[in-house]
């Protein structure tokens, strides 16, 4: 079992940057495929970004392509996503979530509801 939980989330400009956290607990963490979805007020959760167990392979939502970075760090049982050049589309509620036996390239067209784990998210609000 893994326990997730964001940080990181807040107010910026457009044009700013964040860095959100996921800290997890439990022993299976490097062995989970994690990613971010985010879902604005009156949408859908959508796909962000994911990363493979090792770190080594990562996928995009092509509207955030170039401008956010996923990273995790196995030893100290955290993902990050780094958010560059944000504008107000961005605004959303951004959740971490884990897949125990699934792999990171499925991430991107998954049913969210299908994942085995998910923080309870921290809001992102970009000001134009």
């Known amino acids: 079992q893994v326990q997730l939980v964001e940080s990181g989330g807040g107010l910026v400009q457009a044009g700013g940057s964040l860095r959100l956290t996921c800290a997890a607990s439990?022993?299976?963490?490097?062995?989970?495929?994690m990613g971010w979805f985010r879902q604005a007020p009156g949408k859908e959760r959508d796909f962000v970004a994911a990363?493979?167990?090792?770190?080594?392979?990562?996928y995009y939502a092509d509207s955030v392509k170039g401008r956010f970075v996923i990273s995790r760090d196995n030893a100290k049982n955290t993902v990050y996503l780094q958010m560059n050049s944000l504008n107000s589309e961005d605004t959303a509620v951004y959740y971490c979530?884990?897949?125990?036996?699934?792999?990171?390239?499925?991430?991107?067209?998954?049913?969210?509801?299908?994942?085995?784990?998910w923080g309870r998210g921290t809001q992102v609000t970009v000001s134009s």
């Open positions: 979530a884990g897949d125990k036996f699934g792999a990171a390239q499925t991430m991107p067209t998954i049913v969210p509801s299908l994942l085995d784990y």
């Open positions: 990363i493979n167990r090792g770190g080594t392979s990562t």
């Open positions: 439990g022993r299976t963490f490097s062995s989970t495929a």
